[in-house]
Structures are given as structure tokens and as C-alpha cells.
């Protein structure tokens, strides 16, 4: 169930935090120990009252663990119990509808109530890999809106001599999500009446477009009567702000890396980073990674006051590539104490909070 958002004062608005998780596969590690971490991280937001754990699909790439996306989530979600567990999300056109409905039919029978599936229509990969799984690159776009509205429909409950359907799956509570970066998917979730998830955390230029879009052509659903915008964003946050930008070091050079052509595992954190940058990489950074808050505890809450005031967003997806688990934990900790200070106010100054779906 989604919780509206109410009007904000002062912009300490009682919205829920979530994690996006990539499973990040730091260098000196291996795939493994990076779904160990990520199971481990889990547990650890889930004592701390996040909202959702989602782990992403991407391909080919070294330093990201998460490619059997139901697979690690079955694994999460085995060592948690209330914290919801989903995808942020499946890249569609990767699969067949059907058998990622099984998959996540299979999680929801497993943790009934607990399962959201976040549908992109990236390949969320290169293009040797996109052959590799036999992708349909010539594919139009309105393949990914039929293969949404196909899926959708083997989680409704069977009917007297339906031919086929998913097992697990059909009549099981799976929470849909579309996913975007641009236009297209805010105008597809706002006509399918579905929740919206934005990218903001790493490609934020359409942003406010897609918001407004989304939220002006909205047609509520059986699944949802009002429209419900989850922003994407990095927080890195530690005792002091100069450790914060050296822990945010790490992101910065995978992001240059994979732009570069030189994927890898997450680096370790390099002090001054930034500064010995040629111009252009400073610009891709200061562009593709706006909506990273990185510094200590107040640093980070005024980021993410005016980033709520000027967005109106209902939920954050917050990620963090940070090389050391430890650390990563801890920057989850002072965002989730952040959180708890700007939402222990007097009670007529909070959100009024009701069911949408």
C-alpha cells in the first residue's frame, strides 16, 4: 500500500526512503561477497524502518552482481521479514512477460506482501550483451507498453478455461512499477495508472518534464487512484563532509569509467578525485550525478529538503555506491537518523497519511 504524501511545511515532509541496490562488486571482492553485502545491507534497512529494498538488472558489467535479479532478491528477502523486496527494476524487453511473471509470482508466494516489480525498457547492458541474450534490437517502442499490459495480466486471477497462465503467479499480489528516465515512461505509467519511478540518480535531465507529464495526465486505476512519484537519488553521507567526498570518489570513477568504455569493479575511494578531471568529465559528472547528496548529516538533510520542496516527489529510492560495506551501512544510518529528526516534530505540523491503493 502507498501512502500520499501530504501538503509540506518547512519541506520536513514525512515521506518514505527506500534503497536502490546495484550489489555493488568493489575492487578486491567478487560477486559473491557482493550479494552477502547486499543481503546484509537488507537487514540493516530494515531495522532502520526503509521502505523498500530494490535491486537492479544490469549486464556485463564487473562491478555489478545483481544480473539474476529474482535470484538475489530471493536470497534478500529470505533474511528479512517486513521490509518490501523488488526489482528497480527488470529490463523488459530483456525477457519473456510470462517468465518474469513466474519469477516474481514465485517470490510473491514466498513473501506474500512483500514483492514490487519495477519494469524499464532499457537493455540495462551494451550491445554484445543485448545479442548475446537474444534481444530484439529492432524492436519498436511500443513492444515494452503491450509486454507491461501482458504481464500485468498474469497476476489477475485465472478464469474457467484460460489457456495459459503463470504458475506462480496469477491472482498473486505483485506490486507494478514502470520506470524511466525520459518522457515516454511517465506518459505510459500515468495511462496505465501505475506508480512512477524516475532515474534520477543517474540521468536527472527530464526530471521535472517527466513529473509534470506523469502527474498531468494521470488515469487512477484499480491498482492506484492517485499518481505516486518515487525519485531516484545518491546519498553519501558520513561524520564529516570531507569524508563523504571521498567516499562519493568511488561512484565518480565507475561513473567515468563506464561512460569511458572501461567498465570495472567499484574503485576505491580517491581523495581529490574531482579536481585532476579534464572539463568534460567534470561537466558528465556535474550532470549526470546532480541529484547526489554527499556530505555529513546537515550537509545532506538541506540537500534533501530543497530536493522534496522543488520536486514534490512521494518517495526516495536512495543509492549509494560506496566501496567500503561498512561505510555504505553507516551513510545509510545518518540518512535514516536525518530522517527520523525531520519527521519528530509536534504532531500538527505532520503529514496526514491515508491508502491509495
Given at each position: 500500500?502507498?501512502?500520499?504524501?501530504?501538503?509540506?511545511?518547512?519541506?520536513?515532509?514525512?515521506?518514505?526512503?527506500?534503497?536502490?541496490?546495484?550489489?555493488?562488486?568493489?575492487?578486491?571482492?567478487?560477486?559473491?561477497?557482493?550479494?552477502?553485502?547486499?543481503?546484509?545491507?537488507?537487514?540493516?534497512?530494515?531495522?532502520?524502518?526503509?521502505?523498500?529494498?530494490?535491486?537492479?538488472?544490469?549486464?556485463?558489467?564487473?562491478?555489478i552482481a545483481s544480473a539474476a535479479t529474482a535470484v538475489a532478491l530471493a536470497h534478500v528477502a529470505n533474511g528479512t521479514s517486513r521490509i518490501r523486496i523488488g526489482a528497480g527494476g527488470i529490463m523488459l524487453p530483456n525477457h519473456a512477460p510470462l517468465m518474469v511473471a513466474e519469477q516474481f509470482g514465485t517470490l510473491a508466494a514466498l513473501y506474500p506482501g512483500r514483492i514490487d516489480l519495477g519494469l524499464g525498457r532499457a537493455p540495462g547492458t551494451d550491445q554484445n550483451a543485448m545479442r548475446a541474450m537474444r534481444r530484439n534490437m529492432a524492436g519498436g517502442a511500443d513492444?515494452?507498453?503491450?509486454?507491461?499490459?501482458?504481464?500485468?495480466?498474469?497476476?489477475?486471477?485465472?478464469?474457467?478455461?484460460?489457456?495459459?497462465?503463470?504458475?506462480?503467479?496469477?491472482?498473486?499480489?505483485?506490486?507494478?512499477?514502470?520506470?524511466?528516465?525520459?518522457?515516454?515512461?511517465?506518459?505510459?505509467?500515468?495511462?496505465?495508472?501505475?506508480?512512477?519511478?524516475?532515474?534520477?540518480?543517474?540521468?536527472?535531465?527530464?526530471?521535472?518534464?517527466?513529473?509534470?507529464?506523469?502527474?498531468?495526465?494521470?488515469?487512477?486505476?484499480?491498482?492506484?487512484?492517485?499518481?505516486?512519484?518515487?525519485?531516484?537519488?545518491?546519498?553519501?553521507?558520513?561524520?564529516?563532509?570531507?569524508?563523504?567526498?571521498?567516499?562519493?570518489?568511488?561512484?565518480?570513477?565507475?561513473?567515468?569509467?563506464?561512460?569511458?568504455?572501461?567498465?570495472?569493479?567499484?574503485?576505491?575511494?580517491?581523495?581529490?578525485?574531482?579536481?585532476?578531471?579534464?572539463?568534460?568529465?567534470?561537466?558528465?559528472?556535474?550532470?549526470?550525478?546532480?541529484?547526489?547528496?554527499?556530505?555529513?548529516?546537515?550537509?545532506?538533510?538541506?540537500?534533501?529538503?530543497?530536493?522534496?520542496?522543488?520536486?514534490?516527489?512521494?518517495?526516495?529510492?536512495?543509492?549509494?555506491?560506496?566501496?567500503?560495506?561498512?561505510?555504505?551501512?553507516?551513510?545509510?544510518?545518518?540518512?535514516?537518523?536525518?530522517?527520523?529528526?525531520?519527521?519528530?516534530?509536534?504532531?500538527?505540523?505532520?503529514?496526514?497519511?491515508?491508502?491509495?491503493?
Open positions: 500500500m502507498l501512502p500520499v504524501r501530504g501538503v509540506a511545511t518547512h519541506m520536513r515532509v514525512m515521506i518514505p526512503l527506500s534503497i536502490l541496490d546495484l550489489s555493488p562488486v568493489p575492487e578486491g571482492s567478487d560477486a559473491g561477497e557482493a550479494i552477502r553485502n547486499s543481503a546484509d545491507l537488507a537487514r540493516h534497512a530494515e531495522k532502520l524502518g526503509y521502505n523498500r529494498f530494490w535491486m537492479a538488472e544490469h549486464h556485463n558489467m564487473p562491478g513492444e515494452f507498453p503491450r509486454d507491461v499490459v501482458e504481464l500485468m495480466n498474469y497476476f489477475r486471477p485465472t478464469v474457467p478455461g484460460q489457456a495459459l497462465q503463470a504458475v506462480p503467479g496469477a491472482g498473486l499480489d505483485v506490486d507494478v512499477w514502470v520506470l524511466g528516465s525520459s518522457t515516454f515512461g511517465a506518459q505510459l505509467a500515468a495511462h496505465l495508472g501505475l506508480p512512477y519511478a524516475f532515474a534520477s540518480h543517474f540521468a536527472p535531465a527530464q526530471m521535472m518534464e517527466a513529473i509534470a507529464v506523469y502527474r498531468e495526465t494521470f488515469r487512477p486505476s484499480e491498482r492506484l487512484a492517485k499518481p505516486y512519484v518515487m525519485l531516484g537519488c545518491g546519498v553519501f553521507a558520513a561524520d564529516t563532509d570531507e569524508e563523504a567526498r571521498l567516499l562519493f570518489s568511488s561512484q565518480q570513477q565507475a561513473f567515468v569509467n563506464l561512460r569511458t568504455g572501461q567498465p570495472g569493479k567499484l574503485p576505491r575511494p580517491v581523495e581529490g578525485y574531482e579536481e585532476g578531471l579534464d572539463p568534460y568529465a567534470k561537466r558528465v559528472l556535474a550532470s549526470s550525478l546532480s541529484c547526489s547528496f554527499v556530505g555529513a548529516r546537515e550537509t545532506v538533510r538541506r540537500g534533501l529538503e530543497e530536493f522534496i520542496e522543488r520536486t514534490g516527489a512521494d518517495e526516495l529510492m536512495v543509492t549509494a555506491m560506496i566501496h567500503d560495506p561498512e561505510a555504505r551501512k553507516r551513510s545509510f544510518e545518518i540518512l535514516a537518523q536525518v530522517h527520523a529528526e525531520a519527521t519528530a516534530r509536534p504532531e500538527s505540523l505532520k503529514q496526514a497519511s491515508t491508502s491509495v491503493i
